[in-house]
């Protein structure tokens, strides 16, 4: 029996009350599907990465949340890149997930380790109308609420979100959305969870991630939907790349977050994070 050893980190912060746990399983090989999504019920974190060697690449990942198999996690793969560079030193890491190939390069930050994965090529689409207006009822929410200048879109960088932009902070603030109508909308689109960000200024964003099909109510901290934005904003030409910018987190929930997306001219979004074990 493949036994393993399991982790339990907070990604995207330095203390305890902050960040987006997750779980980090490691073992010689990966556990069968049963067995994997049994685990990440008992962890019951929103994703639980499962990490083995695999020929040809450095790792093979697969991510679970309690209740299905998510294709990519981006606070999991921050927080499986803390624990290799605990285990097996500073360096970079090629991580097989279901959706290609994720760069992992992890180094030492002020005594503490720091990961930053580099996503498969991000894409984006606009968001047909009559899901954006089914989203809104379901947050409560109107179309005068939105902010025009980033319309609405379905966006990728190893798993789908879609991408809705207030103009008032207040909307993030007050959100209180209907969670089997929001759950059964996003399984219809294959959506893994909804982006909903206002703009502060030019490079900060703060950003609250709805994920029911996980069965959990709100993300802290969601490297995937930061990376897929960041596709989103260098090709809708909303940004001028390359630049960095700052996505706040989980401070409405008591879990604050932070992370730091660097959108380069082309190929992956990379996105950088520290984690700490709980």
Same mark, same amino acid.
């Given at each position: !029996?493949?036994?393993?050893?399991?982790?339990?980190?907070?990604? *995207?912060?330095?203390?305890? @009350?902050?960040? @987006?746990?997750?779980?980090?399983?490691?073992?010689?090989?990966?556990?069968?599907?049963?067995? !994997?999504?049994?685990?990440?019920?008992?962890?019951?974190?929103?994703?639980?990465?499962?990490?083995?060697?695999?020929?040809?690449s450095d790792?093979?990942?697969?991510?679970? %949340?309690?209740?299905?198999?998510?294709?990519?996690?981006?606070?999991?793969?921050?927080?499986?890149?803390?624990?290799?560079?605990? @285990?097996?030193?500073?360096?970079?890491?090629?991580?097989?997930?279901?959706?290609?190939?994720?760069?992992?390069?992890?180094?030492?930050?002020?005594?503490?380790?720091?990961?930053?994965?580099?996503?498969?090529?991000?894409?984006?689409?606009?968001?047909?109308?009559?899901?954006?207006i089914k989203?809104?009822?379901?947050?409560?929410?109107?179309?005068?609420?939105?902010?025009?200048?980033?319309?609405?879109?379905?966006?990728?960088?190893?798993?789908?979100?879609?991408?809705?932009?207030?103009?008032?902070?207040?909307?993030?603030?007050?959100?209180?959305?209907?969670?089997?109508?929001?759950?059964?909308? !996003?399984?219809?689109?294959?959506?893994?969870?909804?982006?909903?960000?206002?703009?502060?200024?030019?490079?900060? *964003?703060? %950003? =609250? @991630?709805? *994920?029911?099909?996980?069965?959990?109510?709100?993300?802290?901290?969601?490297?995937?939907?930061?990376?897929?934005?960041?596709?989103?904003? =260098?090709?809708?030409?909303?940004?001028?790349?390359?630049?960095?910018?700052?996505?706040?987190?989980?401070e409405a929930?008591?879990?604050?977050?932070?992370?730091?997306?660097?959108?380069?001219?082309?190929?992956?979004?990379?996105?950088?994070?520290?984690?700490?074990?709980?």
């Amino acid at each position: !029996m493949n036994l393993g050893s399991l982790f339990r980190l907070s990604a *995207f912060t330095t203390t305890l @009350n902050g960040g @987006n746990p997750a779980g980090v399983w490691i073992g010689d090989t990966l556990p069968d599907p049963e067995t !994997m999504q049994r685990i990440a019920a008992e962890v019951g974190f929103s994703e639980t990465a499962f990490v083995a060697p695999a020929s040809g690449s450095d790792r093979i990942v697969r991510y679970y %949340s309690p209740e299905v198999e998510v294709s990519f996690c981006g606070h999991a793969t921050i927080a499986t890149g803390v624990v290799l560079g605990e @285990n097996d030193g500073e360096g970079t890491y090629q991580l097989a997930t279901s959706v290609g190939i994720v760069p992992v390069t992890v180094h030492q930050r002020d005594g503490k380790y720091e990961a930053s994965l580099t996503s498969v090529e991000p894409s984006y689409a606009p968001a047909p109308h009559a899901l954006v207006i089914k989203a809104l009822s379901a947050l409560g929410w109107i179309q005068d609420d939105l902010d025009g200048s980033i319309p609405p879109a379905r966006a990728y960088a190893g798993a789908w979100h879609l991408v809705l932009a207030v103009a008032e902070q207040q909307c993030l603030a007050e959100l209180n959305y209907d969670f089997e109508t929001l759950k059964a909308l !996003m399984l219809r689109d294959s959506l893994t969870t909804l982006q909903l960000i206002w703009r502060e200024s030019a490079t900060v *964003f703060h %950003s =609250r @991630n709805p *994920f029911p099909i996980g069965g959990i109510v709100e993300d802290p901290a969601t490297g995937s939907a930061a990376a897929a934005l960041g596709g989103y904003l =260098r090709a809708s030409e909303l940004v001028t790349v390359p630049t960095t910018i700052l996505i706040r987190q989980g401070e409405a929930i008591g879990r604050p977050s932070q992370i730091v997306v660097h959108i380069p001219v082309r190929g992956g979004i990379v996105v950088t994070g520290q984690a700490i074990h709980i």
